[in-house]
């Protein structure tokens, strides 16, 4: 492939690319820009981070799971490009250097573009900003005080890059969805590739050659959000970030599952298509979905379809979709606000659900009158709780009710046990969520999070 | 001075812009070949068949080794030879290496290392503790066992009794760059390692070894590590072999790191240990009798395991005294990855165990923890108030309490207690008592959430317990125009010892830190090194660089007094603030270094220091193993979900001893993230293996380190004020290992939390990870 973006505030021309290079094994061993490290090579750890600029402005990426065609067009920056020519640091480097933030070191040019971009971004939420950046040394405080002196300083003018003028499209990444559609069906056997949070892993883990590859982050029609009177229509390559956004008024609850989804760099990357179309059973958004009765609308040339968005997943790695046929956009009926999502992992951010409920329940005159409930790591795909949401319906809303709907729960769900829990927690948790998600309904604090020392 | 200022690490400028070098930055030749390992998939048999076709027609590969193809030693192990670097036939752990594939590039070397068919000759893996013991599979003969008094008669005679058991699972080092190393042949054979080590000399040895060569042809440098933590002492043994073997038959340079994946299923880990206890107490909560039995899951090799299990018993009795006690340790061999140094070397368990008992028998006597936790400390150093004794102590002959106040049960004593007055101070500034009462009445206000609280100390023993190891060089060199470079046989992991030890330097010489180079640490400069380890880094290394800087420094003020221009005696010359005052008079240090070398002064030195005062038989487990001991203690804060077990640290804050610091800055920064480290240890770090003894969680995104949201929101962490009764290095204390186990007061607030559900003991287990905890609550709330 062929493809041009600025490294560094400099022109790179790429003939011949292989598509799926990864940005961070081309820095280093193409470029010699070994200031970028890899920790984990799978997203997981931060140490890779760059700081890229496109249309929306600045965000930082992962470089281990990015492969060069998602830059074309755009301007990276490495942690050797965050300095001014002269030497000049960045405040965030001098407030590192100030505020012993770096021990080892190794974890340190990924934090620097991190807090670059979040600096640049005037953005303050370090927690959620940094969660991508994992350090074995500090403990954090020390990188956390020099993040907090570094907001005070001005950006820097020589971060900003001009972007390059918008390249030519080339034949496997379009630039709209039209172009996709047309190349996709002629093509289904191609790997589509969104945001390469799945796809990269595959790769850089998984060792496998992916051929033909279609990049789908130039179909700049498939990144629209449009509201409507009864709905919020989400183009499938959306990501993580941004839907989080959109979502904050609609639904704060699931807007607060999003900033724990993953990592500041992976939600920049992860798209909404990506998220459904890889139709694992412990992805995130499913089950929100599900409980929100979203529709998916999908496409294969010019035949668009739609469907109830639980009806997409068959089984365990089996999803209705045709070859050729690809996640167009995602609709969310507006409704008045009565979603809770409850993500339950090891660690708080950056993890892997080991359980994701989502409840949506609607009480009238104190009686259940509606419930949609749906799970994410109980089953073999995003399931609906259909028993319990029957043992709900038209019942009282009170602890009796709950109780009552105890053995329901074994009928929806058998859940495996793994690394991240066993099958009893799970079970157990399941209706404990419910427990919770009524507690909180009567005005209860029933999260940790947010519990002040 | 410069001892003692709170100065940057001197790398933080090469950090935050990226130019600081680790091994696989090292710019290297063209051609160069890079090595991956073929792993086994089975925990234990033998191989029957290695069809090896695929591998070697795989793109890129020019060479496979097996076993079979090295040319001398097959051995890593950096204990009894029992490692082999290439399995001969054998399988003890899945994710053992088989063969070497060597490739022209990492990529290419990693596909063709799983194009291998191998089939096995299955057995039933030992994989657990339980079936270690079931199968009487240990190392050593069996257990190891040391006692003092009577234990089980002090227990029964004892007005209660209890007992209780601990699991206490693994961790791993997650050091931020995984291992790699870099070998570059040269004249006659002989090798330039880098290595990310923190035991260049027993790289240098086993390479040596393995190309069957003197110590003298192989030489190793390690510039920095991109984190150690125990981890890159022996477990890098294997890829500067295997590099160096490959570069020996390819004449080509070797490069080896390993994939985050292939790092956690090869190399060896925290040592998980069951401990169980049984303890006699009366009603203030002094222990009057207990015993131990410790059992750690070794895994496949012993490496490390016997000094870390001792270690671990070496630190059973923690801040108490313990006067009746019996430990009993096994050592268990288990089909795992062999279980290797990480922060603490066994003293988190050992210590974790007493901390239980601590808090188990609180909870019995309903006391608040910190109150037994006291009545059990050692009395305070220099005759000061000693610990509350119980009438049933007292009863004992009076010459009995006295010749057993302050030993430890290995008999050595302690002389410098601090941790009444550091205990005091530390509930004074974090306000624990008003704290636990507020925390009580929250709690009984809130249904669903509930918080806990816990104080916990620490008392560690600095120095290796294998005595010979605590010996340090340095070389020093004084340019004519009063440059100074400096190396010492010390590795650069993250703690800023060079930093630490430049500082000696500088202030040996009176001059400015910009006067010193610290340079990479070489085998060709500093002979004969220990493993930057035990804490033991800045004290061994500073005080051999000080021993250097101070012969030359004698030298030239020999010379200087004789000089006809300040003739006066050398004890009355000084050297302050880059100058040198002789005779009335001053002189730049340059100048003095240019008039040395005019006339003919030697301006380079070696320097040497071994720990004195030490003596250890670890058979009886008897005599004084350490030099001194470093103190701390810890108030940490949680609140729980009793309806997930979620959990999380609101506020910690951290009073600790580093005697007098060398560098206040560098010290709070051990601190901090040894606490988070420890508290990581504890909470969210679970390793799982299946029952096929396939580890699970291999990579961040199963293994969950503490992230940025999991260090407490408050996070007040201050230094003792304190100087080392010991003549250490300016009288500073060891810091790296220390600050890790106050993380044990996380999860002694988590249990606090947990017993607030019911009437229980919550016996909570780690890591504390929100299903386990959840598990205790539901205990607590049913029993
Ligand atoms: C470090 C890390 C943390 C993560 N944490 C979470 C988490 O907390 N929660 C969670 O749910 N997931 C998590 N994930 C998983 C991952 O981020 C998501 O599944 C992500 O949404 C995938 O989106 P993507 O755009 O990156 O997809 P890609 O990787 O580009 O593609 C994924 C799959 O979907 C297909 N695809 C993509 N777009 C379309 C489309 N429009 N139509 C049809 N097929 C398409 C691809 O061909 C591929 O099969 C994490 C991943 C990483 C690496
Ligand atoms: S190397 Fe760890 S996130 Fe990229
Ligand atoms: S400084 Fe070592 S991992 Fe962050």
Redesign the interface.
Known sequence: MEITFLLNGETVALTNVKPTTTLL?WL??ER???????????G??G?CSVVVQDVDGQKALNSCILFLPQLNGKAVR???GL?AQDGT?HP??DA???H??????????GF?ASMASAHANGATD???Q??G????????????RAAEEASAEPVPDWIKDELPPSPEATSMQPVSSDALARLYAKMPEATLVAGATDVGLWVT?S?RDLKPVIFLNRCADLTEVEITEDAINIGAMVNMNTLREVLTPYFPSYAEMLRRYASTQVRNAATLGGNIANGSPIGDNPPALIALNATLNLRLGDRRRSLPIEDFFIAYGKQDRLDGEFVESISIPKQPDRLKVYK?S???????S?VLGAFNITVEDGKIAAARIAFGGMAATPKRARHVEDALIGKAWNEETIANAWKAWEQDFTPMS?????AD?RL??AR??L??YY?EDLG??????E??? | MSVSAPL??D????????????V??I?TPKGTLHLAFGLSTIARGTIEDMDLTAVRAATGVRLVLTASDLPFENDVSPSIHDEPLLSEGEVHYLGQPLFIVIAD?H?NA??AA?LAQVTYVEKTPILTIDEAMAAGSHFEDGPRIWARGTADDAIQNAPHQLNGSIDMGGQE??????QAALAQPQDNGDMLVQSSTQHPTEIQHKVAHALGMPMHAVRVETR??????GGKESQGNALAVACSVAALITGQTCKMRY???DDMIITGKRHDFRIDYTVGYDASGRVQGITFLQLARCGWAQDLSLPVADRAMLHSDNAYLLEHIRIESHRLKTNTQSATAYRGFGGPQGMLGIERVMDHVAHALQMDPLEVRRANFYAEADGGPSAPQSPAAQASPPEGILVRKNITPYGQPVTDFVLHDLVDQLCESSDYAARREAIATWNAA????K?GIALTPVKFGISFTLTHLNQAGALVHVYQDGSIQLNHGGTE????LNQKVAQVAASRFGVAMSAVKITATDTGKVPNTSATAASSGSDLNGMAVKNACDLIRARMADFIGSHPDYACAPETITFKGGLVYAGGQELTFADAAKLCYENRISLSATGFYKTPSLEWDRIKGHGRPFYYFAYGAAVT?V???T??G???I??CDILHDAGSSLNP??D??QV??????GAGWLT?E?L?WDDKGAL??H????Y????????????N?ALYKNTNAEDTIYRSKAVGEPPFMLGISALMALSDAVASCGAAYPNLDAPA???RV??AVQSVQND
């Open positions: 094994d280093r061993e010699g820009l070994t200031g970028t490290k890899e920790g984990c090579n799978e997981d750890c140490a490495t942690v050797e300095s640091l965030v480097q590192m250097i100030k012993h933030g770096s021990q080892c070191g190794f974890c340190t040019p620097i370090y927690d959620n940094l969660a950046n994992l350090c074995r040394c500090t403990g954090y405080a020390p990188i956390i883990k060792l339950i090891k660690r708080f951010d950056q993890d892997i080991a793994d690394m991240r829990a066993s927690y157990e948790i404990n969520l427990t919770r507690l209860a604090q029933t999260s940790v999070l519990v002040q020392p | 940057p690490h790398s933080a400028h090469l950090h935050v812009t990226g130019q600081a070098r680790y696989d930055d710019p590039s990529m990693r596909k799983r080092h997650f050091y931020l760059e995984g920095r590590m991109g984190g150690g933590f994939d985050r994946d809130n249904p669903v959430l918080k992991m993250g703690q800023g804060e609140v729980i979900d309806l997930t979620e959990n999380r609101l506020r800055a560098l709070i920064g901090e993230g040894g606490y988070v480290q969210t679970e799982v699970r969680t990579a961040p995104s199963t969950k380190i503490p992230a940025c949201s999991d260090r407490p929101d408050i996070f962490v990870t929100a299903e959840y598990h």
